[in-house]
């Protein structure tokens, strides 16, 4: 999303905490059908977002295409969202995405489970990051969405929250192309960003006990100087130490690594 967006994401953020019912489970839902339609409609988007046409026109033309067809907060979040300015299309559809991920996560809040969601999200990503069966699944064209979406939904409906699985079929439903874990990967960071802290994605060649995962967040939450919450994953071929990754900076103090510095400095 470029400068421009993100100004106006951050305005309809204001704007849209002050509307009732604005963080409800319906209400995100409801915003992610809504970007669904905008991601199949190019004109549709094109026309909500052209910054050629008034603002009331632009809400009118979407009170138009979506009344009756969702409840009055999730219109309301839509009015405020095309009203803005977008500096492409892509935009427009990617801030209703996000106002519904962020009224799920809010929900799921309210009910004492937003670190719930926020793991299972993040284990997901890492599923579809490893899995290669999965990665060609996703990014066939020759296969059906309604199929990928369906093969994604079994795989989670028994085991994880409702808005992680809402979030998770929406962005397969969403990616043709099989980006999926790279959109996710941007879904857990607003969620940690929610609750005002950092995720740290460790990598270890075993399990971390519960205090080794305590320890391991409490050192990084003193270096970062904010609240670091650890979700640790397995890769055996790491032989020891661990890979720390924390947003875009990476603290690798595995053996692989030191190992293959260490032939590196005899080959030179």
Do not use: C, N
């Not at 979407?62 to 979040?77: D, H, I, R, Y």
């Not at 994880?160 to 999926?180: K, N, W």
């Not at 996710?184 to 006990?209: K, M, N, T």
Request: charged share 25%; aromatic share 2%; hydrophobic share 45%.
């Amino acid at each position: 999303m470029q400068g421009a967006s993100r100004q106006s994401l951050a305005a309809v953020r204001d704007r849209v905490a002050g509307i009732d019912g604005a963080g409800t489970e319906q209400t995100g839902t409801q915003l992610l059908a809504i970007a669904d339609v905008l991601a199949d409609e190019p004109s549709l988007r094109g026309a909500l977002s052209d910054p050629g046409t008034s603002s009331a026109r632009r809400g009118g033309l979407a009170e138009t295409v979506f009344a009756g067809k969702v409840a009055a907060p999730a219109q309301a979040v839509l009015d405020e969202v095309v009203r803005a300015r977008w500096s492409r299309p892509r935009d427009l559809v990617e801030g209703v995405e996000l106002l519904g991920a962020e009224a799920l996560f809010a929900h799921a809040e309210s009910q004492g489970r937003i670190d719930t969601v926020e793991e299972q999200l993040f284990r997901v990503a890492r599923l579809l990051d490893s899995s290669a069966e999965l990665q060609i699944l996703l990014s066939d064209p020759a296969v059906d969405v309604s199929a990928k979406t369906a093969v994604v939904a079994d795989l989670l409906s028994r085991r994880a929250e409702p808005e992680t699985v809402a979030l998770v079929v929406h962005l397969v439903r969403t990616s043709p192309s099989g980006e999926v874990d790279e959109r996710l990967d941007a879904i857990v960071a607003l969620a940690a960003a929610r609750r005002e802290q950092l995720l740290a994605d460790v990598r270890v060649p075993a399990p971390l006990s519960s205090d080794q995962t305590k320890r391991l967040a409490a050192a990084l939450t003193r270096l970062y100087g904010q609240r670091v919450t650890v979700a640790a994953t397995v890769d055996e071929s790491l032989l020891g130490g661990a890979i720390v990754r924390v947003g875009d900076e990476i603290i690798d103090g595995s053996v692989a690594s030191r190992l293959a510095a260490a032939r590196r400095t005899l080959t030179q």
